[in-house]
């Protein structure tokens, strides 16, 4: 089975469990997630099954949406609510229009500097495990983009916004940065993906009736064909000799010119509407070289 499944991850499991659990539930050896979620979060998880761990690379550009919940007056090591406290103060005087000035500062590309507690390799190590060793080392900065920021309630010292961003920002570097500028300390109190690219947390499968799915033998009703994330490029349709030749790996002169939006890559398709592979422009050569080719799975 090649494909994608829209899971809408539950709060406690880390998004390793979830693909362990779809390895096991399907039998199928190649299966990896885009973008990973804290334990604590919650929401879009894709996990992609065969031939279509190959698509998440060009599913890591795409932008993702999140409704967070900020608790003002706390801020911690972890920048979440799972997190030692190192600061503690009294939110109540801070109003609605002084966090909305703050978060203005947030939209647009800024400089956010990575959590302590976060993936990130230094010198081989991952930075999380070096701050459950007690060390913290300094972290570069790195633009990020935050495409809209909005605040959809505030109840103190509870705000809640969403954020639709750009790959590699950190919803908790956000969390924390904006109790710093209010010179209160926040932390991430509860994080839900509610899309990522063209999955939304409405058509998300939940794990309990995913497992129902596999029980009952209709799985594969979930699983989405794995071009479906490269729905905005464009596409052409290859006669046989052309297949042939994309199939070997040799660039082909195509009746057609790159998008933009796309990043200089088109989806091809077999004459029998088969999806066949990505195909990258060679602006020098004027021709499309083939940089990912997918056996047909229903031959």
């Given amino acids: 089975m090649d494909g994608i499944l829209n899971i809408d991850k539950p709060s406690g499991k880390t998004s390793y469990r979830v693909v362990a659990l779809v390895k096991q539930l399907s039998g199928e050896r190649r299966v990896g ?16 099954l065969g031939q279509a761990t190959r698509i998440v690379e060009f599913l890591a550009d795409a932008t993702k949406t999140y409704r967070a919940g900020i608790e003002l007056g706390i801020a911690t090591d972890t920048y979440d609510a799972s997190g030692r406290i190192t600061q503690q103060e009294d939110p109540s005087g801070i109003l609605r229009e002084q966090v909305e000035r703050a978060l203005a500062s947030f939209r647009g590309v800024i400089l956010q500097t990575p959590p302590m507690y976060s993936a990130i390799k230094h010198q081989g190590k991952k ?31 509870l705000v809640t916004i969403e954020v639709e961003c750009g790959k590699g920002t950190y919803i908790r570097s ?13 932390n991430l109190k509860s994080l839900v993906r509610l899309r990522y690219g063209p999955f939304d ?22 699983v989405h064909p794995m071009d479906f994330v490269l729905s905005a490029w464009p596409a052409v349709v290859v006669d046989e000799a052309t297949e042939e030749v994309i199939r070997n790996g ?18 091809s398709y077999t004459a029998d509407g088969h999806f066949l592979g990505v195909l990258r422009f060679e ?9 990912k080719v997918f056996q047909d799975s229903h031959q």
């Fill in 33 to 48: 997630h885009a973008g990973t979620l804290d334990p604590l979060a919650t929401g879009v998880l894709p996990v992609c």
């Fill in 127 to 157: 930075l999380y495990e070096l701050a459950r060793a007690g060390i913290t080392v300094e972290r570069k900065s790195r633009p990020v983009t935050i495409h809209n920021l909005d605040i959809v309630g505030f109840q103190s010292p």
């Fill in 174 to 186: 956000l969390a924390h940065d904006l109790g710093q500028i209010l010179g209160c300390g926040a």
């Fill in 201 to 222: 947390i409405e058509n998300a499968v939940s794990v309990p009736r995913l497992e129902d799915a596999f029980r009952r033998g209709h799985w594969e009703h979930f």
């Fill in 250 to 267: 040799a660039p082909v002169a195509l009746p057609m010119e790159p998008s933009s939006a796309s990043g200089s890559y088109c989806r």
């Fill in 283 to 291: 602006t020098e050569k004027g021709q499309w070289h083939p940089e």
